[in-house]
């Protein structure tokens, strides 16, 4: 696969996939077995990428990605992303506080056969946290 066509999978990934939440892309975008890179701190340690996508969008329906680089190199890409999104679900076990948050971070991809075989994520959980009153 070309950079270019490895940057068209990961812009699908957060403009299909996570805006317009087109669910049905999972299976044109990841491998089945996908794996899941979080930092050990991180407030939600999902066992598969199904889970923590129903997770996010039962706490988040109206989660919306802005892309601010994409940058590839062989097989990897890497985006800065920001968010912005509307707690109306449980997440993490705590009742929807209905606070509007918001978010950045970078995220690592690794394309093999034109579909994201890992992700390494990295997004501010304690400021989200903060942010949703869980934490003072």
Request: glycine share 6%; with cysteine; aromatic share 10%.
């Amino acid at each position: 696969m070309s950079i270019e066509a490895n940057k068209a999978v990961v812009t699908r990934y957060w403009i299909d996939l996570w805006n317009k939440k087109d669910e049905k892309v999972i299976d044109e975008i990841t491998l089945p077995d996908v794996k899941l890179h979080f930092p050990p701190g991180q407030a939600h340690q999902p066992p598969s990428f199904q889970v923590w996508l129903k997770t996010a969008l039962i706490a988040f329906p109206n989660v919306h990605f802005t892309i601010h680089d994409l940058v590839a190199e062989g097989d990897k890409v890497v985006c800065r992303w920001s968010y912005t999104a509307t707690n109306t679900g449980v997440f993490l076990g705590n009742p929807a506080t209905n606070r509007d948050v918001t978010d950045q971070g970078i995220n690592m991809f690794r394309i093999q056969d034109g579909k994201i075989a890992e992700m390494w994520m990295s997004g501010d959980s304690l400021g989200l946290l903060h942010q949703l009153g869980v934490i003072k």
